[in-house]
T-cell receptor, first 112, second 115 residues
Framework: DAKTTQPPSMDCAEGRAANLPCNHSTISGNEYVYWYRQIHSQGPQYIIHGLKNNETNEMASLIITEDRKSSTLTLPHATLRDTAVYYCIVRPRSGNTGKLIFGQGTTLQVKP | GAVVSQHPSWVICKSGTSVKIECRSLDFQATTMFWYRQFPKQSLMLMAT?????????EQGVEKDKFLINHASLTLSTLTVTSAHPEDSSFYIC???????????FGDGTRLSIL
């Protein structure tokens, strides 16, 4: 079973920041938070991951709360091409089989 | 560019035939690969873990005799859907990590339609 809870859908205006929340209240100390997205009819694309510190890369920023029970993925300037299903997943970074268990994700619709 | 390649990208077959799907890691060796299935408007469901040189590990409820997995080399895993029927029609996706400390890379999926 997925260990995360996400809103089923969100809208965002093109050019504005898209903030996608994720609850992971049962996260354990060795589990990382990973974000992937899936554009229609394609395989998932890795976005970012983090343990407890905020992370930023060329695609997005990830803010994890101090108690690590929730996080927010931010796309700073959403474009129409960012319309996709966004998945928040928790798992250990290493030391296990590495399998990812996907929940239902958030469908982000970026509108002109 | 893509680091995990799937072939074919789509296939249409008659009921009762077997279909083989290939998953290749393009510029790295993958001792482990993963196979997922996705039905329309649903999330990805992990089917099995493909292990190079040993038997695949199947998730609960996935028939190992129905979905044959072979990981004969460090860059190739194959999924064969045997005696496929219309209910096997789905989007099949593979993934592989460069190593256990790296995020997984996914292929672009194979859309299978059984008539």
């Amino acid at each position: 079973d997925a260990k995360t809870t996400q809103p089923p859908s969100m809208d965002c205006a093109e050019g504005r920041a898209a903030n996608l929340p994720c609850n992971h209240s049962t996260i354990s100390g060795n589990e990382y938070v990973y974000w992937y997205r899936q554009i229609h009819s394609q395989g998932p694309q890795y976005i970012i991951h983090g343990l407890k510190n905020n992370e930023t890369n060329e695609m997005a920023s990830l803010i994890i709360t101090e108690d690590r029970k929730s996080s927010t993925l931010t796309l700073p300037h959403a474009t129409l091409r960012d319309t996709a299903v966004y998945y928040c997943i928790v798992r250990p970074r290493s030391g296990n089989t590495g399998k990812l268990i996907f929940g239902q994700g958030t469908t982000l619709q970026v509108k002109p | 560019g893509a680091v995990v390649s799937q072939h074919p990208s789509w296939v249409i077959c008659k009921s009762g035939t077997s279909v083989k799907i290939e998953c290749r890691s393009l510029d790295f060796q993958a001792t482990t690969m993963f196979w997922y299935r996705q039905f329309p408007k649903q999330s990805l469901m992990l089917m099995a873990t493909s292990n190079e040189g040993s038997k695949a590990t199947y998730e609960q409820g996935v028939e190992k005799d129905k979905f044959l997995i072979n990981h004969a080399s460090l860059t190739l895993s194959t999924l064969t859907v045997t005696s496929a029927h219309p209910e096997d029609s789905s989007f099949y996706i593979c993934s592989a990590p460069r190593d256990t400390n790296q995020p997984q890379h996914f292929g672009d999926g194979t859309r299978l339609s059984i008539l």
